[in-house]
C-alpha cells in the first residue's frame, strides 16, 4: 500500500512508476485492489482543490470504480500532485498493459544504467544472466526478478547471455519491438535514434515481436546463425546468415559489423563508439548501404577510410568534427 500511496503522490521514478501503472492496469478490477485504492484516497492529506475535474471523473470510469469512489469522494479534496498521477493512469490505462508484473511486499527496486560514448560496461542481473552493454546504450532493469517473467528495457547494443530458466522467460523491451527469450547467446541493437533493429542469434532460440500488440503485430523466431534487421521507416524486414562460430561482437576488442547498414545509422553508431561527432553533409549519402567488417580494433579514421574505398566520400576532420560530404572530382 505504501508503494501505491508513493505513486499518486508523484514522488516514484519513472521506471516505478511505469511499473505500478502496468499492475494496476491487470489487478485494477480486483475488490482487494479497489478497496486499497479507496484507503489511500481516504489517507491523503486534504487541500483546497474539490476534486470535481472531469480527468478524475474519467480513471474512475476507466477503472471501474466510479460508483464506488465518486460516492466517497466526489467533495474530498486533494493536492495538485495526485491529481497529476491520477491523469498519467488514466493515459496507461488508455493504452493498456503489455505485460504482467506483481507488486511485492517490499517494492523491487528500479536501477538504470547508461554507459557513456566510448566506454562499454558489463552487468550481471539478479538471475545470473551476463550482458554487455556498448557505447551510448542504456538498460532499465529490476534489482530482483519477481513473477512469470524476467523483463529488462533497452535502448543501444547488447550482447547477452541469458541463464536458462524455461519457467520465467526472459524478456527485452525496446520501442516498437519485443524479444523473448528461454536462454541463449545473441547480439542485440535497437537504439532510439537509429532506423535498424538488429537481432543476431548465436545459441538457442529466440522469438522477437515487432509492432504494437494486436493484429498488426509480426513475430518472427531465429535458429543459430540467423540475423534479423527490421527497418522501422519502411517497416522492411530482411533474415540473413552468419557463422556463430566466426562471429566477434563488440565485446570481442571492440570489433564492429556493418550488414547492409545505412550510412545514417553507421556514422550514429561511430559518434557512440568513438565519442566523435559526425556530420553527412550530402543527405543523398544517407541512404547508401555499406557491408564491412573491423575485428582489428581500428580507429575510428582507418574505419571510415575502410568504409570509402571506391572514393564516393570525401572525408574532412574539423575542430574535432568529421563532416562526409559527396566527392564531385
Not at 558489463?122 to 544472466?129: E, H, I, K
Not at 532510439?192 to 500488440?213: A, H, T, W, Y
Request: glycine share 6%; charged share 30%; with cysteine.
Amino acid at each position: 500500500m505504501e508503494f501505491l500511496k508513493k505513486y499518486f503522490y508523484g514522488i516514484l521514478t519513472p521506471a516505478e512508476e511505469a511499473w505500478v501503472q502496468d499492475w494496476l492496469g491487470r489487478h485494477m478490477d480486483e475488490p482487494q485492489v479497489q478497496q486499497t485504492l479507496m484507503d489511500i484516497m481516504d489517507d491523503m492529506e486534504e487541500e483546497d482543490r474539490v476534486l470535481s475535474s472531469s480527468a478524475f471523473s474519467e480513471v474512475c470510469r476507466k477503472l471501474g470504480l466510479e460508483r464506488k469512489l465518486r460516492r466517497r469522494m466526489l467533495y474530498r479534496k486533494i493536492g495538485l500532485t495526485a491529481l497529476k498521477a491520477a491523469a498519467c493512469l488514466l493515459l496507461f490505462v488508455a493504452g493498456a498493459a503489455a505485460y504482467r508484473l506483481i507488486i511485492p511486499d517490499e517494492p523491487v527496486e528500479w536501477l538504470e544504467v547508461k554507459v557513456p560514448f566510448g566506454e562499454q560496461k558489463d552487468l550481471v542481473l539478479s538471475d545470473g544472466t551476463h550482458l554487455y552493454l556498448n557505447s551510448g546504450s542504456r538498460i532499465t532493469y529490476p534489482s530482483r526478478f519477481q513473477g512469470e517473467e524476467r523483463r529488462v528495457f533497452v535502448d543501444g547494443e547488447i550482447f547477452a547471455e541469458v541463464a536458462e530458466d524455461p519457467e520465467h522467460p526472459f524478456h527485452i523491451n525496446s520501442g516498437d519491438v519485443s524479444v523473448k527469450v528461454l536462454g541463449t547467446t545473441f547480439n542485440f541493437k535497437a537504439f532510439d535514434d537509429s532506423q535498424c533493429v538488429e537481432m543476431l542469434l548465436l545459441d538457442g532460440s529466440v522469438r522477437m515481436n515487432i509492432g504494437p500488440e494486436g493484429a498488426d503485430m509480426r513475430q518472427f523466431t531465429l535458429r543459430p546463425g540467423e540475423m534479423l534487421q527490421y527497418v522501422r521507416d519502411s517497416r522492411e524486414v530482411n533474415y540473413k546468415t552468419f557463422n556463430p562460430h566466426t562471429f566477434r561482437s563488440f565485446r570481442d576488442q571492440g570489433a564492429i559489423h556493418f550488414f547492409n547498414i545505412s550510412l545514417e545509422d553507421i556514422a550514429a553508431d561511430l559518434e557512440r563508439i568513438f565519442g566523435t561527432r559526425i556530420v553527412i553533409i550530402d543527405e543523398e549519402l544517407e541512404d547508401d548501404r555499406y557491408f564491412a567488417w573491423f575485428t582489428n580494433n581500428e580507429d575510428l579514421e582507418q574505419i571510415l577510410n575502410g568504409l570509402n574505398v571506391d572514393g564516393k566520400m570525401k572525408l574532412v576532420m574539423r575542430d574535432d568534427i568529421v563532416y562526409i560530404a559527396k566527392n564531385r572530382l
